[in-house]
């Protein structure tokens, strides 16, 4: 038999163990169709291509999916590389498997420049499909799982990039969802390309005492075993070295080598119930010395994302430490599983309540909090409730709740309803009274103290909250219930970061300009910006950025107009093709919008020549254009060099000169020549936003011969301020040469 059909057979054997009343058929016609869509594919390793697919299809098996998840997992990259469409897909097996299929693609298919920003819009669009259907990011993380066990052939750039966001994205996520087993192979295979010496170190170590960690496994899990066995409780004990990232995590984080890490082992006692559970406890505890301080109970208190067990740290006979676990084979396979243990269209299910929407309400509370939130501030917010530990709080009549790390009593005081938290004086905790700013601990009980006179929130409340959910709430309250003050505050910082950038309010409140710049910053009146800055839905600098922007188009399009409108002054200008002579208007100097005096002439249009791009500051010369007025050249632009110029045009070369105070910054080029390396293009991103200018583009290619070229398209002021910008290009590692562009 084919080795590729074998492999098909194996997969379909593997999901009638669990779905005896698998549709075959279907897919195997999801097969036949991944097979011939991807025909003459070929992956890095020399493979076939549908190798991948079967591959991921495999973990979503093991994840005992429905088979949705499994035929989409089949199909999952046609969209993408082949030329299946959405429509053909669902024709043929159904819009369910369609949908799937199109939502990994969309995740797939998400590119940005910037690292933060790439990742973080990542984590978004992933937790968007997940609240449309869980099943895609399910997919999408045994895609990547895949990929990073094939990382191998991968470019050793590849290999980085892609460990980098598997480790701040996908890992983080799997845990998030409870998919420990996934997450620890995830943090190990990326850990093996971020630090491959440290993995290996860690390796070697492991495997050279891999003879005494046995004996070790071996002797404990036959001391726990019998005595469960005396006892009357039927189980399965397991023993296991930690992963290997946990154990590089302790070393890099406490500084301590392989001997020092003391809870190196884990055992895991999986039982039949509940109340066995809390037996082996006891008898655990019994048998051996426990750590204090290290006993956590997850059945009576589970995380957000279902985890259930007991765990307590304690010391063997030979004074070596370890952690156990107990739970029972259903929690084992939330453990392991996760949500996939709990997915509400799995066949076969007694239990219909298992994995509703309710046990994604984190996902959706995110999703909603983020509607009258800036970008940026989302974006933080990702960072603070999906990455940072929970701390678990109590009210008084003994609900817990989850809360960020850090989190405060106004935290705790709006997670219960805004009511209570809009009515807050004051709060005690543990039966202390205690600051607002005071940081919830684990197990701490808090209470809220509420009156019907009270104010509302007050505005220092948004610096001291740490969950989005909170500060949305506070910005709420303030956004209906003070919107005068809102406005005279919003105001005030307007006006203030206005006089900061040197633009009048009469400029922007002008009838031609105004409706032009409320569309910029999407706002109905100014009154409406004035109260989102007051409230704290935007910032004043911020919205006076876009309005400087605006008014900056708008006077390139007016001086546009302003051209074409003098289309005869300017034909006067310009010198017809078929014209020797240059006339010259009388009168005095005038400059154009550019911020140039061009000498004896006025009502002209003036260009920066590209080749030389010329700033504030350089000595320039102009070029009296067929059709599109003076082009400002350098002095030292070979394109403008005397030597070169035409006897018949001599008469076309003009006289100008910058006017003092002109535009806030001109486009310019530059070269960079260094030593190709890893992180340049990082670095020189960074010296440029040190210097605080803007950059246009940032291109980087690297030569044969061991070098790099970087080109760089910026804004300056002036002359003054690039040659900063140099210097401090010029102090980077490996820069051997930063010139601007000339004579292109």
Sequence with gaps: MDPILERYQALEDKIKEYHPALDAQRLFRAFTYADNAHAGQLRKDGSPYITHPLAVAEIVA???????????????DCIEDTGATHEEIAKLFGPTVADLVEGVTKLTRVQYTSKEEEQMENLRKMLMAMAKDIRVILIKICD?????????????????????????IYAPIAHRLGMQKLKWELEDLSLRYLDPVGYKEIEDELAARSSA???????????????????????KVYGRVKHTYSIYRKMFAQ??????????????????????????????????????????????????????????????????PFEVQIRTWAMHQTAEYGVAAHWKYKQGLANKQLGTEHDFEWVRKLLESQQDTDPDEFVRTLKVDMFADEVFVFTPNGDVKSLPAGATPIDFAYSVHSAVGNRMVGAKVNGRMVPYDHQLSNGDIVEVLTSKTAKGPSRDWLKIAKSNEARNKIRQWFKKEK?????????????????????????????????????????????????????????????????????????????????????????????????????VLKGSNKHSDSGIIVEGLGNCLVKFAKCCTPVPGDPVVGFITRGYGVSVHRQDCPNADPGKRKPEEAARWVKVSWVEGSLPSYQTSLELSAKDRDGLTLDVAMALSTAKVKVSALSARSMPDGYASVSVVLEVKDREELSSVINKLNNIQGVYQVVRASGK
């Design 255 to 320: 500084n301590k080598t392989l001997d020092e890490i003391f809870d190196l082992y884990a055992f895991r006692v999986i039982v039949d119930d509940i109340p066995e559970c809390y037996n082996v406890l006891g008898c655990i505890h019994d048998m051996f010395k426990p750590v204090l301080g290290r006993f956590k109970d997850y059945i009576g208190t589970p995380k957000p994302n279902m985890y259930q067990s007991l765990h307590t740290t304690v010391i063997g006979r030979e004074g070596v």
């Design 213 to 235: 960690h046995e004996e070790f496994l071996a002797a404990v899990q036959q001391r726990i075993t019998q005595r469960m066995w005396e006892e009357g409780i039927r189980c």
């Design 144 to 168: 990547r799982l895949h990929n990073m066990r094939t990382m191998e052939y991968q470019s050793p750039a590849k290999q980085r990039e892609k460990s980098l966001e598997t480790m701040e």
């Design 62 to 76: 093991e994840l005992e999916l429905d088979t949705d998840s499994i035929i989409a997992a089949l199909l999952h």
């Design 483 to 583: 919107r005068e003050e809102n406005i005279a505050t919003g105001r005030a910082a307007f006006e203030s970061e206005l006089k900061h950038v040197g633009l009048k309010l009469e400029a922007i409140t002008a009838p031609e300009v105004l409706p032009s710049i409320l569309r910029k910053v999407r706002f109905g009146t100014l009154d409406e910006l004035y109260a989102s800055i007051g409230y704290g839905g935007t910032t004043a600098v911020k919205a006076v950025a876009r309005i400087r922007d605006e008014m900056l188009r708008l006077g390139r399009l007016q001086a546009e107009k302003a051209a074409a409108a003098s289309k005869t002054t300017a034909e006067s200008v310009i010198v017809p093709a078929s014209s020797q002579e240059v006339p």
